[in-house]
């Protein structure tokens, strides 16, 4: 279970707090909205959860665990097994194949290079991409972009799945799509709990099928 509690953070000393004194628990198996409007500290928010930003008050917290302030080596485990990441531009590496960008954060969390191929392979074909394994970024579409970085934050089987407007580029179908994708993550999560899924965003069209809202 994600939540965080009295939770502020601010880029440096004297900078606007964010959060002001956030608590919130997510749901899990539900994907969470994060709304409001430019610069309000969505993208920051998602940084402070997936470990890579430490709040100067309060905490995040994993299974009651106050993880925030935990050493950097238990950080980076956490963040490498437990949280996927969808970035907002989806840049994937244009010298590597789609199967070899997804496979990466597999290896980083203590995967074989065979166990991650497989699992690779599986996302792509689950994601209507498993022709397009062997190919560069450079010749694929900006959905289908966005896919692959789907089935990068998947591949480790993470409980939390961090989205930064991950529909920002996308015309409806494929928005339909990523959303579809990523409903289908939050349901699948292990022993039945379901994952944790947050999109930042200020697209309506996701908003209105999130099953909670949190605006900051
Ligand atoms: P949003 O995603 O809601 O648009 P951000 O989380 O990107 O908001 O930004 C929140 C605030 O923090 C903004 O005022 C922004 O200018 C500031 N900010 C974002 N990133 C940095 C950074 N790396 N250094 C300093 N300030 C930043
Ligand atoms: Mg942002």
């Known amino acids: 279970m994600l939540a965080v509690e009295d939770l502020s953070f601010a880029y440096r000393k004297g900078a606007e707090e964010l959060f002001g ?5 997510f749901t899990a198996g539900a994907i969470t909205a994060v709304t409001g409007p430019s610069g309000r500290g969505k993208s920051t928010l ?3 959860l997936g470990l890579l930003l430490t709040p100067n008050r309060g905490a995040v917290l994993l299974n009651g665990q106050d993880i925030s302030s935990a050493p950097d080596t238990v950080r980076s485990r956490v963040r490498a097994q437990r949280v996927g990441f969808v970035f907002q531009d989806s840049a994937l590496d244009p010298t590597r194949t789609v199967l070899d960008s997804v496979l990466e954060p597999a290896l980083y969390a203590g995967s074989t290079l065979a166990q991650a191929r497989r699992r690779g392979r599986e996302l792509l074909n689950d ?3 498993g022709s397009r394994a062997d190919h560069r970024p450079g010749e694929i579409s900006g959905g289908q972009a966005q896919r692959v970085a ?11 799945i961090l989205a930064d407007e ?18 289908a993550a939050a349901g699948s999560g292990e022993q039945g ?10 697209d309506p069209f996701v908003i209105e099928q999130a099953d909670e809202v949190l605006a900051l």
């Open 21 to 25: 004194g956030l608590t919130y628990e």
């Open 46 to 48: 998602l940084y402070v």
């Open 127 to 129: 994601m209507g991409l």
């Open 150 to 160: 789907l089935c990068r934050a998947l591949v480790t089987d993470p409980m939390v």
């Open 166 to 183: 991950p529909t920002g580029n996308l015309d409806r179908d494929n928005a339909a799509r990523v959303l579809a994708a990523l409903s």
């Open 193 to 202: 709990v379901g994952r944790t899924v947050l999109i930042a965003t200020h």
